[in-house]
């Protein structure tokens, strides 16, 4: 596996992944996923523990972002850059979307922002696969 390109790879899968969610959540707010949610009250969640101070929601937000970008291009990036990476974002993206809709809750995150409906469920799964196929085919292109 090659290192620089497995992380572009990655890189690309999370920035997608990011803009479906963003985009989504000002669109169709009833019922799109909200990661961000889920984020945010796992960093206030740790920072508790950690006995350190609580930012603002602006921060809190950015922090999330910049958070779920490093998080999620380290995840992708396990598409590697060999054969297969196609294959290895897709199952990797369902993993995440699987993952997504049924951990929160176990958790203590609260279970609304990534299973309100059964519309937000499939689109959770839906956007974390595009996420892994984006990282796939951006690795295979770099390979070539």
């Known amino acids: 596996m090659k290192l620089l390109p497995s992380l572009a790879a990655g890189l690309a899968g999370a ?4 803009a479906l969610h963003e985009t989504a959540r000002r669109l169709r707010p009833q019922d799109a996923p909200r990661m961000d949610v889920l984020g ?8 508790r523990k950690a006995d350190a101070p609580q930012p603002d929601e602006d921060t809190l937000f950015n922090w999330t972002m910049a958070g779920d970008i ?32 049924l951990l929160p809750g176990p958790l203590g995150l609260g279970n609304g922002p990534s ?7 499939l689109m959770t799964v839906a956007w974390y696969t595009v996420g892994g196929l984006v990282a796939g085919a951006v690795a295979r292109t770099l390979r070539r």
Not at 15 to 18: R, V, W, Y
Not at 115 to 121: A, C, H, I, L, V
């Open 40 to 47: 945010m009250r796992g960093l206030r969640k740790l920072l």
């Open 70 to 101: 490093l998080s999620n291009s380290l995840y992708y990036s396990l598409v590697g850059s060999g054969r297969h990476a196609l294959r290895r974002g897709l199952v990797l993206g369902v993993a995440a979307g699987a993952g997504g809709v």
């Open 115 to 121: 299973n309100r409906t059964t519309q937000t469920q």
């Open 15 to 18: 920035t997608a992944l990011t």
